[in-house]
């Protein structure tokens, strides 16, 4: 199956004032500026249905909008329904109006509009949620039994899963990792450009490590192509494992395990922060290995630390356990 095309960007192509030929330009400028391709094809997206929704009321230009049309528009995003008929997301919501803020943004920077229009919108609040799930050690260890060592893929497997395990690397950069990025020596791994184009150095420690070795000695070169592409995870024709191919199949050794919980690779990045801080880390270090730029991002898996809250709970509460404290009467 081929890429999809983008969608086309309603209005008249030939119009350099208009829709099209603006959304372009400002799609090539974040791409010199280096802005990721997630990023470019998500404001593209954006910007691809305000441009429709403007068309079918007959406005083709962006000196043609006005702060009750944008106003408008964010209605429509709040009441719009996707095909199971359930609404957008107020996390899709907000990514949609995020692009026409920037996109009005550098319309003004570059005198192509002389007012904006999009200053006054308010995004909507993001829900600050809980991950579904989280494992617990027992639980983790039970789903990184199951594959089957006896084969290539199985090893890789394996050595994919603890690695998810030991670092809560993203499935994009656990995809994307290539062999020179893993120091089994220094039990570390290098995440080039992840989310924000940003490297980071983290630990893998030493169980992580010694089966990503056994992979490369034992499972690899079984599956790598020649020429070798240098990509350290492949698939089973030498190529790089898909994210939603990833996706699915650590689903399934999650769904095998017979757990009763839902999720995938971040279930894992989950598990990884939530344990550290259990077990006493600094947030600021779990950040550094989450590779969050903020963190409040961070701040999230405070809330799931159960363990050290029940601890503080049974150790101030007079009526956290089954007898009385304090010399209270029976």
């Not at 904006?116 to 993001?126: F, M």
Request: glycine share 6%; charged share 25%; aromatic share 6%.
């Amino acid at each position: 199956m081929g890429k999809r095309l983008p969608e086309p960007i309603a209005g008249d192509p030939s119009d350099p004032h208009g829709f099209p030929v603006l959304i372009a330009e400002f799609c090539e400028w974040m791409q010199i500026h280096a802005y990721s391709r997630h990023t470019v094809k998500a404001k593209r997206a954006g910007l691809a249905m305000l441009a429709s929704w403007l068309a079918e009321r007959s406005v083709t230009r962006p000196a043609e909008v006005t702060k009750p049309m944008l106003g408008a528009y964010q209605r429509s995003l709040f009441h719009r329904r996707k095909e199971d008929g359930d609404p957008l997301a107020f996390s899709t919501q907000a990514q949609r109006l995020n692009a026409v803020r920037s996109f009005f943004e550098w319309l003004v920077r570059n005198n192509r509009v002389l007012q904006d229009p999009a200053a006054a919108l308010e995004l909507p609040q993001r829900a600050k949620r809980l991950p579904r799930a989280v494992l617990s050690a027992s639980e983790a260890e039970r789903i990184l039994a199951l594959p089957d060592l006896a084969r290539p893929l199985g090893l890789r497997d394996r050595a994919m899963m603890e690695l998810l395990y030991a670092t809560g690397v993203r499935r994009a950069e656990l995809a994307n990792l290539a062999v020179f990025d893993l120091d089994i020596e220094r039990r570390a791994l290098m995440v080039r450009e992840g989310k924000g184009r940003k490297d980071r150095m983290i630990p893998t420690g030493e169980r992580a490590a010694v089966w990503c070795e056994r992979y490369l000695a034992e499972a690899r070169p079984e599956l790598a192509p020649e020429p070798d592409n240098g990509v350290l995870f492949l698939t089973v024709t030498g190529l790089k494992i898909h994210i939603e191919n990833l996706s699915r199949l650590i689903a399934s050794y999650v769904r095998d395990s017979g757990i009763g919980k839902p999720g995938s690779c971040h279930l894992f990045r989950h598990t990884m922060a939530t344990l550290m801080l259990e077990g006493g880390a600094d947030i600021r270090y779990v950040q550094q290995m989450l590779g969050h730029a903020d963190i409040a991002s961070t701040q999230i898996y405070t809330r799931v630390s159960l363990r050290t809250l029940k601890a503080v709970h049974s150790a101030t509460h007079p009526g956290a356990g089954n007898k009385p404290r304090g010399g209270a009467s029976k």
